[in-house]
C-alpha cells in the first residue's frame, strides 16, 4: 500500500504553468523582480488583505532580513516550540534566543510568561502562530509597548489566516511568511515579508538585493533573498487554486474531529474563536498519558502501517546542542513546553488526502486505544 506522509505539495494540473513558463521564456527574465514577481507581490497583497510585502527565495532568509532592517540585537524572547529556523536567523544575526513557555491550549508563547523573560538587553520578541493559531497579539503588543520592544511575528503557518476580520500579518512591526513546498500555499521554495509602510518595504527590498538601490549605488551590506521568476509564476497559479485547497483541508480535519472525539486520552486542540478565519495547516493530536499507549509507540504503530505522522515539535528547540546550554534552555524553566511536545503527533493532512485513508488513520487510532494494534505488533 502506498505510504501516506504528513504532508504532500499541492499541485495544480502541469498544463496550466506551461504558458506562465512561456512568458518567461519569451522574456528573458528570470530574476531580479521581474514582472511575474511583481504580479504575484501584488496579487499576494490583494489576496491576504495587506499593503506591502516583499517576496524572498525562501522564509528563513524572510527572517534573518526582517531581523536586519529592523536592526534588532542583544537578546530576543521567542518559543522554544517551533521549527528550528525560528531560532536559527537569531544566532545567524549574532542574536540570543531567550525561550519562553507556552501555553497549553494554543501552543504559542504565553503573555503571561514574557515579561519575567525581559531583561535590559531585551530588543524584541519573536511569536510563532503556531499551526495557524493566532497568538494573542493583544497581550504581546501590550507588553511590547511597555517595555519598547520590537515584535516580528514567525506567520510561516499562518497564510490567510484573519482574526476579527483583519489579516494576522499585519499585527508587531513585520510578519514572515513562509512559501516552503509543505505549506498550504507554497511556490516550490519562497517566503516572505509583510511590512507595515512603504518605507519599511523599501529597505528590505534593497537589503535582500545585495543593499542596491541602483546600479551605482549601495546603502546596506544586504544579501541575495530574491525570489525567481519561476517561482513567482507558480505562486500566480497557486492562488488561483489555494481556497479550494483550504476548504479541502477544512473537510479532512472536521473528518478527523468526527472520528477522533471520543477517544480517552486523545486530546484535540480547541479550535480558535468564532471570529477566525482558519487555513487548517496541521492537524496535531496530543497524546496524553491516559491513552492506552504512548506518543512514540503509537507513532511507530502508524508507521509500520504505512502512515507517516510526525512529531511536531519535538524535540524542542531548546534541547538541540547549540540551544541547551542557555538559561532559558533549562527543562524546569518551560514544563508545559517540554510536556507537549512529549504528547504532540500531528496526523496527515493535504487537500489530496483521500476520504478513505482519513477514516483508515482515525481506525488505526481507535484500534491503539482499544489495544488490538499492540497486540499485534
Not at 8 to 26: S, T, V
Not at 175 to 182: G, K, N, P, R
Not at 184 to 212: C, M, W, Y
Not at 355 to 373: F, G, K, M, Y
Amino acid at each position: 500500500m502506498k505510504p501516506i506522509y504528513v504532508t504532500q505539495p499541492a499541485l495544480p494540473p502541469l498544463e496550466e504553468f506551461i504558458p506562465y513558463l512561456q512568458q518567461i521564456w519569451d522574456s528573458r527574465v528570470l530574476t531580479n523582480q521581474g514582472p511575474m514577481h511583481q504580479a504575484l507581490e501584488q496579487q499576494l497583497c490583494d489576496h491576504l488583505g495587506v499593503e506591502h510585502i516583499s517576496l524572498f527565495a525562501n522564509g528563513t532568509l524572510a527572517l534573518v532580513t526582517a531581523l536586519q532592517a529592523l536592526r534588532i540585537s542583544g537578546e530576543v524572547i521567542t518559543t522554544p516550540y517551533s521549527f528550528v529556523a525560528t531560532s536559527h536567523a537569531l544566532l545567524w544575526n549574532g542574536i540570543s534566543p531567550v525561550f519562553s513557555d507556552i501555553d497549553p491550549q494554543t501552543l504559542n508563547l504565553d503573555p503571561a510568561k514574557l515579561e519575567a523573560a525581559i531583561t535590559p538587553h531585551t530588543s524584541a520578541i519573536l511569536p510563532v502562530h503556531c499551526y495557524g493559531t493566532p497568538c494573542d497579539m493583544d497581550a504581546i503588543q501590550r507588553i511590547a509597548d511597555d517595555y519598547n520592544l520590537r515584535v516580528i511575528y514567525d506567520a510561516a503557518h499562518a497564510f490567510g489566516v484573519r482574526q476579527r476580520g483583519q489579516s494576522v500579518l499585519k499585527a508587531g512591526d513585520l510578519s514572515i511568511l513562509s512559501f516552503h513546498a509543505t505549506k498550504v500555499f507554497n511556490t516550490f521554495e519562497g517566503g516572505a515579508i509583510v511590512s507595515p509602510d512603504a518605507k519599511t518595504k523599501q529597505r528590505i527590498d534593497h537589503l535582500k538585493n545585495f543593499g542596491f538601490v541602483n546600479e551605482t549605488t549601495v546603502v546596506a551590506a544586504g544579501i541575495n533573498g530574491k525570489m525567481s521568476e519561476v517561482n513567482a509564476a507558480f505562486g500566480l497559479l497557486q492562488l488561483k487554486h489555494v481556497d479550494a485547497a483550504l476548504q479541502r483541508r477544512a473537510e479532512i480535519e472536521a473528518l478527523y474531529r468526527e472520528r477522533l472525539k471520543d477517544l480517552p486520552g486523545l486530546r484535540l486542540l480547541s479550535p480558535p474563536p468564532a471570529d477566525t478565519t482558519r487555513n487548517h495547516s496541521y492537524f496535531p493530536v496530543l497524546v496524553t498519558p491516559e491513552f492506552t499507549v504512548s506518543r512514540d509507540r503509537l507513532y511507530q504503530l502508524l508507521k509500520d502501517q504505512g502512515i507517516h505522522g510526525r512529531r511536531y515539535f519535538y524535540p524542542l528547540i531548546s534541547e538541540f546542542q547549540m540551544y541547551r546550554h542557555l538559561p532559558s534552555a533549562r527543562a524546569d524553566g518551560l514544563p508545559v513546553a517540554h510536556a507537549l511536545s512529549r504528547q504532540v503527533l500531528c496526523l496527515p493532512i493535504y487537500p489530496a488526502l483521500a476520504d478513505a485513508d482519513v477514516h483508515r488513520i482515525a481506525d488505526l487510532l481507535c484500534q491503539a486505544a482499544e489495544l488490538r494494534l499492540q497486540a499485534a505488533a
